[in-house]
Nanobody
């Protein structure tokens, strides 16, 4: 079993910054792709930023140039640096990890979600 624990959400004024962290623990041989999704009230969950095991990144158009996803493989931790935040970034942010266990099987795991609120 694998657990993803997020931290770093909160309330910030428009134009401000926040940094989210997500630490994975448990039966982990390696982590393939990982990153962040978000879900605003009444909206579907959407991909925000994904980083591959090789460091390749993919961003939603709405956050490109403002958000940066990174990972520390030694700590099994993924980060999301969010700058120039806008009220429309307000959502619950979920981390995601595609974990490879010691049998070579792939599993998708999700964090519990952390609230990010941007005031205008």
């Amino acid at each position: 079993q694998v657990q993803l624990v997020e931290s770093g959400g909160g309330l910030v004024q428009a134009g401000g910054s926040l940094r989210l962290s997500c630490a994975a623990s448990g039966s982990i041989f390696s982590i393939n792709a990982e990153g962040w999704y978000r879900q605003a009230p009444g909206m579907q969950r959407e991909s925000v930023a994904i980083i591959s095991s090789g460091g390749r990144t993919n961003y939603a158009v709405s956050v490109k140039g403002r958000f940066t996803v990174s990972r520390d493989n030694a700590k099994n931790t993924v980060y999301l640096q969010m700058n120039s935040l806008k009220p429309e970034d307000t959502a619950v942010y979920y981390c995601f990890a595609k974990v490879v266990d010691y049998s070579g099987r792939y599993y998708d795991y999700w964090g519990q979600g952390t609230q990010v609120t941007v005031s205008s």
